[in-house]
């Protein structure tokens, strides 16, 4: 008899264990005295001087507002996208999302996000740039204030132009094949010593940011207007290709080298990336970041019209958070209120080098006194193009990339890399609408 | 003897193969050492210049070590405790116990080995999330993170083993009946008579079966990431340690990632060191690996 | 795989029920065994209702929906749409990602049978054999993500590799950059992780074979080539299918070695099939792709099993 219950024991300890550990759900406060709602906000500001500057504004609401408060959390940019959404299938999406916008269609068409409120979306157009806006919008309506807005310009080493004996830094395409043949150098083991033009298979905006800045100099297009297929096989397109195509082959860049430490390291002359990159640029290099200087991307012909890509972040609000108008609340806060002349995200995105879509701000903190290496990237905000952000973007930049790192090792020719993305992207852009 | 004429040509090839299984571990203990500036440049060298433990530290605060040992070691606890009694428990019904339906029991369990895990990853997810009355959801398995958000969820998927129900089973089938029939007549009950008889009887296996699925559920690094990625909280050693790897400077990083390797791949060595002769027997028993 | 090599007593030794103590009493207790032993099996075969058969039931749903992924209320039926977008032109599921799946696979089984025939038969002849066995041994305990960085930093411009080849005097190879060297790059690497295994079942294999046939051998002068070709070789053949099928499937089915040291890049040049259920499922929210990925890839998976195991049988019968 005594068996009976030791067995019994044995069936259900198990089960049992699982469900009581998984029981308690979090909570979220209700806003009472004493029992504050707690707002969480999921960005990529993980570590460094990212993290320390959004707790600024974070700590300085929690200790001014009782009834709501907020907690960030974070995780590096490369599994953004995959921890929003797994948490969001998860039921443990954050109240408040700092997407890259080049995910808006794809997290709106799941039903992630919400569409701001109307007199927060009057607020977001009457702030911000085009590009900003362009950028925090799908198919016209608004879906959060734009936050760090990004830019593209060429960075240059002066001193290794002026080893090689380059005057000033290239305006032209011409200029900037020359120079970046002239800069180029390799050890008798065929190590790359300094590249000319850094092409690098590192990572998305190194190979897609940079050839779609280039593009947009030579007016062309990635997608079409209506996001449902792309135009890069066109006359620019294969202009751009040509042209990264000959600096591989003649030996000015190496697609295999990680550009950011080899252009902090002094061993690469010219790079295109965005405006968030002079901040690790100073910590990394030191006293050696007087050799840096920025110019605007160089155009195809001189005289030309200047142009250039936008990519950028916004902070919008989960179909899922309890309490929606208090979240709203505080991105009104945090991305208008003024303090001091500006609004508290300009300052942040200041502080670590980047922009934000406002200019006004961006005149006012950068006025005097800033690093004038992000003079380029303000002057930009006006004439930049923002990143197509239709359903299925993020695949199509993967399948574009993808035939970009295959153009750059030699593995397609030019004229295969534009067929072949055009058909990839137009088959998954398709799928996802 | 013929196949012996030639034993400095056997030498060296097993030599050889056996410097370069040994050096890439080498050469992680080494780069754990290695200074910022050292790691990653040209040209390389092999011996760091100076044993600094600086990368040590930099781990076990970077990576806050001490909470990712504790997520490994009780989602492998608890695998590798479920696996063991629920595999024996199993075996000692299919080798010992007649009832209708063994046979296709038994077969049902070995089918279960036919599906590949992958095919596995997204309903087990899905089922998690959904699973009722966890983690705030209803009934239906609506409204919360369902058991996603607890430990457990980095052991559920793994907490029985067909191949280990078919291992126990093998070894108790030949445990002779007589054994067991005189504790029946004493007046023991089936349990009694596994806890008692068949479970000091089959320790050999039982320790093998432990080692494998040990191994196993401390190394296990897909699952483990998609947990952590719903909740951070939970994260396992070597979803940390590659987490880190991640960042942006990998020459700066590199080190420390190597130490943090060595750290946690030190328990499992050790472990399979003093125990190999049980381990590589499970292997060869199994050859599933 | 099991089935083929390790069920020889499955079912055939049947376990005696309980002596006759007279026909009320067996058939008493033979119905409290029958609970019993229901009982003793709950725990597992409620494990395999819930985490098999429930999640098979499951996925098939999935592979024929759409769904974004968040409420089980929004599952849409779209037939075999999701099938039909995986060999849409301009997919890349076929190619690169499914040859590069195969490549990755072919290239992983040739290697490691090779190197572990080799190793194993050479052991065979040595002293310390069980030291031998445990140093080839290490990389299978020890996690992928130690393996795979230890590489990737070994094959980087200034790691072991690339040292080694320019104090030969070799230029330097960017092995996981280029993609004409990636997949084997990794491949290297995934054989190198599991030659311990098959060296572990090809040296049982050859224990096995008697001694006498190599006494009979060596009276007939047979040299030490013959020998291997006629005697080694088709006696270790259960062995080596037994490697051979395993090892495939292993290397049908793994990207946790490709998630750490490549992602799938260069470009797609080691994006596998596995890796491009994962991405789509928890990056995209395709849900229903990813589903029917995985489906693809099981076919696949079987059929090359199935493909092996006829392949060798009729072998075996002209033998």
Redesign the interface.
């Known amino acids: 008899m005594t068996?009976t219950p030791?067995?019994r024991h044995?069936?259900l300890a198990?089960?049992s264990?699982?469900?009581a550990?998984?029981?308690?759900?979090?909570s979220r406060g209700t806003g009472r005295t004493g029992d504050p709602i707690v707002l969480t906000l999921l960005s990529h500001y993980a570590?460094g001087a990212l993290k320390e500057a959004l707790r600024g504004p974070v700590d300085e609401w929690n200790t001014t507002h009782d009834r709501v408060k907020v907690a960030t959390?974070a995780?590096?940019f490369?599994?953004l996208?995959?921890?929003v959404?797994?948490?969001?299938?998860?039921?443990?999406g954050a109240d408040l999302l700092h997407p890259y916008c080049l995910w808006n269609g794809?997290l709106v068409?799941?039903?992630?996000l919400r569409p701001a409120p109307a007199p927060h979306a009057a607020e977001i157009r009457r702030g911000y740039g085009a590009a900003a806006v362009g950028s925090a919008s799908v198919d016209g309506t608004v879906y959060g204030y734009p936050t760090e807005l990004q830019t593209y310009a060429l960075y240059y080493n002066k001193r290794l132009l002026r080893e090689a004996g380059v005057g000033g830094p290239p305006r032209t395409w011409r200029e900037l094949e020359d120079t970046a043949y002239r800069t180029a150098r390799r050890d008798r083991?065929?190590?790359t010593l300094v590249q000319g033009f850094g092409l690098s298979?590192f990572d998305d905006s190194t190979t897609v940011g940079q050839t779609l800045a280039l593009l947009s100099t030579a007016g062309g297009r990635f997608v079409s207007p209506d996001g449902r297929r792309t135009d890069l096989d066109s006359a620019a397109g294969r202009a751009v290709f040509d042209l990264e195509r000959r600096l591989v082959a003649r030996g000015a860049s190496d697609?295999?080298?990680?550009v950011?430490?080899a252009f902090a390291s002094g061993q690469v002359a010219m790079v295109i990336s965005a405006g968030w990159w002079t901040a690790?640029l100073k910590s990394?290099m030191g006293r050696a970041y007087r050799d840096v200087g920025v110019v605007p991307v160089p155009l195809p012909e001189a005289g030309g019209e200047r142009a250039t890509l936008a990519t950028g972040f916004m902070l919008g609000v989960n179909t899922a958070a309890r309490h929606p108008r208090e979240a709203w609340e505080f991105l009104r806060w945090l991305n208008t209120d003024k303090v001091r002349g500006t609004t508290r995200m300009s300052a942040l995105q200041v502080s670590v080098g980047s922009l934000t879509g406002r200019a006004d701000d961006m005149r006012t903190l950068l006025g005097a006194g800033a690093d004038p290496n992000l003079r380029p990237f303000l002057d930009a905000l006006g004439y930049a193009v923002p990143e197509p952000n239709m359903p299925g973007a993020?695949?199509a930049k993967s399948?574009l990339?993808?035939?970009i790192?295959?153009l750059w090792?030699g593995?397609q020719s030019v004229d295969e890399a534009l067929r072949t993305t055009r058909?990839?992207?137009?088959?998954?852009v398709a799928?996802s609408w | 003897m013929n196949r012996r004429r030639f034993p400095w040509l056997s030498y060296l090839l097993v030599v050889t193969g056996a410097v370069l299984t040994v050096v890439p571990f080498a050469d992680m203990v080494m780069t754990s050492f290695k200074g910022p500036a050292e790691a990653g440049t040209l040209p390389y060298r092999f011996l760091p210049r100076a044993f600094d433990l600086s990368n040590y530290r930099a781990a076990v605060h970077q990576l806050d070590l001490p909470v990712l040992f504790r997520n490994s070691v009780v989602a492998t606890a608890l695998i590798t405790g479920s696996v063991l009694l629920t595999s024996s428990l199993a075996g000692y019904a299919l080798a010992k116990l007649r009832f209708p339906g063994r046979d296709l029991v038994f077969r049902l369990v070995l089918s279960t080995m036919m599906f590949p895990p992958f095919l596995f990853f997204i309903p087990h997810f899905l089922i998690l999330v959904h699973w009722p009355l966890a983690g705030g959801n209803d009934l239906l398995g609506r409204g919360g993170a369902g058991l996603t958000v607890s430990i457990v969820a980095l052991a559920m998927p793994f907490l029985v083993s067909s191949f280990g129900i078919f291992l126990t089973r093998q070894f108790m089938i030949s445990i002779p009946d007589e054994v067991l029939e005189a504790a029946r007549i004493d007046g023991a009950g089936e349990f009694t008579v596994w806890w008692r008889i068949v479970v000091p009887q089959t320790r050999p296996v039982l320790l093998t079966l432990g080692l494998l699925t040990f191994v196993d559920a401390w190394n296990e690094y897909i699952w483990a990431l998609l947990v952590s990625t719903a909740d951070p909280d939970v994260m396992t050693l070597p979803v940390g340690i590659q987490l880190l790897q991640d960042y942006v400077d990998p020459t700066r990083t590199m080190p420390i990632v190597m130490a943090g390797l060595v750290l946690s791949t030190l328990p499992i060595l050790t472990l399979f060191l003093l125990l190999q002769k049980h381990y590589i027997r499970g292997v060869m028993l199994s050859g599933l690996k | 795989m099991v089935n083929a090599t390790l069920t020889p007593e499955t079912t055939r030794r049947a376990a005696p029920g309980a002596p006759a103590t007279g026909i009320h009493g067996r058939d008493r207790r033979g119905r409290r065994q029958a609970v019993v032993a229901y009982l003793f099996l709950a725990p597992a075969l409620l494990f395999f209702a819930v985490f098999l058969v429930l999640p098979l039931g499951f996925a098939v749903l999935l592979s024929t929906s759409r769904w974004a992924g968040f409420d089980l209320g929004d599952i849409q039926p779209v037939g075999l749409d999701n099938f039909a977008a995986l060999f849409a032109d301009g997919s890349t599921f076929l190619t690169p990602v499914l040859t590069n799946t195969l490549l990755f696979a072919l290239g992983t089984v040739a290697l490691a049978l090779a190197g572990s025939v080799l190793v194993a038969t050479c052991i065979d002849n040595l002293r310390f054999q069980g030291l031998w066995r445990t140093l080839y041994f290490l990389p299978i305990v020890t996690t992928v993500v130690a393996v795979g960085n230890v590489w990737k930093y070994m094959y980087e411009p200034g790691g072991l590799v690339n040292g080694v080849l320019n104090a030969l005097g070799f230029g330097s190879v960017a092995f996981l950059q280029d993609p004409d060297t990636a997949l084997p790059s990794v491949v290297v690497v995934q054989a190198w992780a599991s030659v311990g295994s098959a060296i572990l079942v090809l040296t049982a294999g050859l224990k096995s074979i008697p001694e006498t046939y190599y006494e009979a051998a060596a009276l007939d002068g047979a040299g030490p080539g013959t020998v291997f070709l006629r005697i080694t070789l088709p006696l270790l053949r259960p062995s080596l299918v037994f490697v051979c099928v395993t090892q495939f499937l292993t290397g049908l089915q793994s990207f946790a070695l490709i998630i750490v040291m490549t992602k799938g890049g260069p470009g797609d040049a080691t994006e596998v099939a596995a890796l491009e259920m994962y991405r789509q499922a928890f990056s995209y929210g395709d849900w229903g792709t990813a589903s029917a990925a995985a489906f693809v890839l099981f076919a696949v998976v079987l059929t090359v099993t199935l493909a092996q195991l006829w392949f060798f049988r009729r072998r075996g019968e002209d033998v």
Do not use: F, H, I
Request: net charge positive.
């Open positions: 068996r030791r067995r044995v069936a198990l089960p264990a699982l469900l550990a998984g029981c308690a759900a979090p570590s959390k995780v590096e490369t599994d996208l995959t921890t959404m797994v948490r969001q299938a998860a039921g443990q794809q068409r799941a039903g992630v083991y065929g190590n298979a697609p295999g080298v990680n950011y430490s690790d990394l993020q695949q399948l990339r993808k035939n790192e295959a090792t593995r058909r990839q992207v137009d088959q998954e799928r």
